[in-house]
């Protein structure tokens, strides 16, 4: 039983998938992808959109695998760094910069695009609650462990919560100039100063 169960290694068909999810999270980042047809896209890749199709089976379908792969794998970035460090504070501090060293490499257009197509744009609005919930589980730490200053946690979180739907909607952006992952990094400073202990 437990031979069957364990994970079977991954067969060719997944790896070319995942290459093929790598590729397009690099092309969309740079240049958005509602520019792009299928003929266009396996252009670039210099692949058939036959090979397409291992990603999914309609072009939109493949731009939502594409972001929801990036927000995946970001996602798996930043909590290697949270766990690389047991001190609360850095892991808080790494939480936030690496969120918004993610976002750094997204551009105005694929930004503009995830806003423009809402099955993209809730993938990331899904991203977006679930990282305010983990600021929030990350302060719990920090506050119990007595090196943050003892905070309403609910409180802090609410709040993260809507400056990083600010940000995720581009209010943010409208109202200071600011990029996403530039808005992370001021966001950060808020939260770690407002939460200091003064020592």
């Given at each position: 039983m437990a031979d069957r169960m364990r994970a079977q290694p991954p067969t060719r068909t997944d790896l070319r998938r995942q290459e093929l999810l790598a590729e397009l999270t690099t092309l969309f980042l740079r240049e958005g992808f509602s520019?792009?047809?299928?003929?266009?896209?396996?252009?670039?890749?210099?692949?058939?959109?036959?090979?397409?199709?291992?990603v999914a089976g309609s072009k939109e379908q493949?731009?939502?695998?594409?972001?929801?792969?990036?927000?995946?794998?970001?996602a798996e970035r930043i909590e290697t760094?949270?766990?690389?460090?047991?001190?609360?504070?850095?892991?808080?501090?790494g939480y936030l910069l690496g969120v918004s060293a993610e976002l750094k490499p997204a551009s105005e257009a694929f930004y503009a695009d995830l806003t423009a197509f809402a099955p993209a744009d809730a993938v990331y609005q899904e991203n977006t609650v679930h990282a305010a919930r983990r600021v929030r589980e990350l302060v719990d730490e920090g506050v119990a462990a007595g090196v943050l200053r003892p905070a309403h946690a609910a409180f802090v979180g609410a709040a993260v919560t809507q400056v990083m739907t600010a940000i995720q909607r581009g209010d943010i952006a409208a109202a200071t100039g600011l990029n996403h992952a530039d808005?992370?990094?001021?966001?950060?400073?808020?939260?770690?100063?407002?939460?200091?202990?003064g020592t």
């Open positions: 520019v792009f047809s299928l003929a266009m896209l396996a252009e670039r890749l210099h692949c058939s959109k036959t090979t397409l199709y291992l493949i731009v939502v695998a594409t972001v929801r792969h990036y927000f995946r794998t970001a760094l949270v766990a690389a460090s047991d001190d609360p504070v850095r892991r808080l501090r808005a992370y990094r001021e966001l950060t400073d808020l939260v770690l100063n407002g939460l200091g202990t």
